[in-house]
C-alpha cells in the first residue's frame, strides 16, 4: 500500500490526503478536541483556518511515503524554490555549523532530503510508535548525505561530531522530550515541556542556527522551502522559550500547515508538572 501511495501523483496524493484527514477528524474525539483547543490557544478561531488545518495533516500522512520511498531526485523535483537559502550560505562562507530547527510544519520529511544533496546533514529522530513503520522510515530518511542520530547519548554524540566538522544537523524541536531532557517553557501562552538539546546548541558560539520549513503549495503543485533567522531573544529569556518563540514565527507564516492535532502540552511520565502562567487554560 505504501509503495502504491508513493507512486501517485502529488496532486492525487494531496485530494485523497484532504479526505482522509477529515475521515480522521470525524472519528477520533480526542484528535478533534486537541486540534481545535491547540488552535483555539494559538488565537486561530477561524473556521476556515481549521477547515484547512484538517486537510493538511492528511495530506501530510499521504505525501511521506512519496518522499521516502521514490527516488530523491524525484522527490526533489517537487521542489519548487528555497526561499532564503543565503542565510544558511552566509553561514557556511563564515566556517560556521549549521542547526536547521524544523518544526511539524507542512511536509517536513522533505526538508533533510534537499540539503543532503548540498551538504552532509546529521538529523536527530524518535523511533515511531508503530514498529511496522520504523523499518520504512529509516529506509526513506537513511539516504546518501544523511546520517540518522536517535535521541539518546548515542545520537547526541553524533550531533555533537557532526558540529565539529561544521556541518548541517537538523532537529525537531517541537517534540515532546523525555523526562530529564527538558523544561518547562511558554508555547503559545501556555507551558510545554520543551527540549533543551536544540536550545543549547544554538547558543554556541561556533553555531548559526536558523528555522527551517516545507511549505506546501496549493493544489500539488509541490514545496517552497523557506528558511529564517531565529528573532533575537529578548532580555532574560530562557533558550527553550527563545525557541518555541521562534517556533511561533515560523507557524504564524502557513499556520494551517502546523500540525495542531499534536499533543504538544502533554507531561511526559516522571517529569515535573507544568508550572501555571497567567491567563493559560487549566
Known amino acids: ?138 529506509r526513506g530518511r537513511a539516504q546518501p548525505g544523511v546520517t540518522l542520530a536517535s535521541a539518546d547519548l548515542a545520537g547526541v554524540r553524533l550531533l555533537l561530531a557532526a558540529l565539529k566538522r561544521r556541518e548541517t544537523v537538523g532537529i525537531m524541536p517541537d517534540q515532546v522530550p523525555g523526562v530529564g531532557e527538558g523544561e518547562w517553557a511558554e508555547f503559545f501562552g501556555r507551558p510545554a515541556y520543551t527540549m533543551t538539546l536544540a536550545a543549547k546548541l544554538a547558543q554556541r558560539p561556533d553555531v548559526v542556527c536558523l528555522l527551517f520549513a516545507g511549505e506546501r503549495l496549493q493544489h500539488g503543485g509541490g514545496y517552497v522551502l523557506r528558511i529564517r533567522p531565529m528573532p533575537p531573544a529578548l532580555p532574560g529569556e530562557s533558550g527553550p522559550r527563545h525557541m518555541n518563540r521562534s517556533i511561533e514565527y515560523m507557524v504564524r507564516m502557513a499556520p494551517e500547515q502546523y500540525l495542531w492535532g499534536y499533543n504538544r502540552y502533554k507531561t511526559p511520565a516522571g517529569a515535573p508538572p507544568a508550572p501555571g502562567v497567567p491567563g493559560s487554560p487549566p
Request: proline share 6%; aromatic share 8%.
Open 1 to 138: 500500500m505504501m509503495h502504491l501511495l508513493a507512486r501517485l501523483p502529488l496532486p492525487v496524493l494531496h485530494a485523497l490526503g484532504s479526505l482522509l484527514g477529515w475521515a480522521i477528524y470525524a472519528m477520533s474525539p480526542t484528535y478533534r478536541r486537541q486540534l481545535r483547543g491547540n488552535l483555539a490557544l494559538a488565537g486561530y478561531r477561524a473556521a476556515r483556518l481549521r477547515r484547512a488545518a484538517i486537510a493538511e495533516t492528511g495530506k501530510m500522512l499521504l505525501e511521506a511515503p512519496k518522499v521516502w520511498l521514490r527516488p530523491r531526485a524525484e522527490s526533489l523535483a517537487l521542489l519548487r524554490d528555497i526561499d532564503g537559502l543565503a542565510h544558511y550560505d552566509a553561514a557556511f562562507a563564515a566556517g560556521k555549523a549549521t542547526v536547521l530547527l524544523t518544526p511539524h510544519i507542512g511536509c517536513f520529511e522533505i526538508c533533510a532530503q534537499a540539503f543532503a544533496e548540498r551538504r552532509p546533514i546529521t538529523v536527530l529522530y524518535r523511533s515511531s510508535k508503530q514498529a511496522w513503520l520504523q523499518p520504512i522510515i529509516d
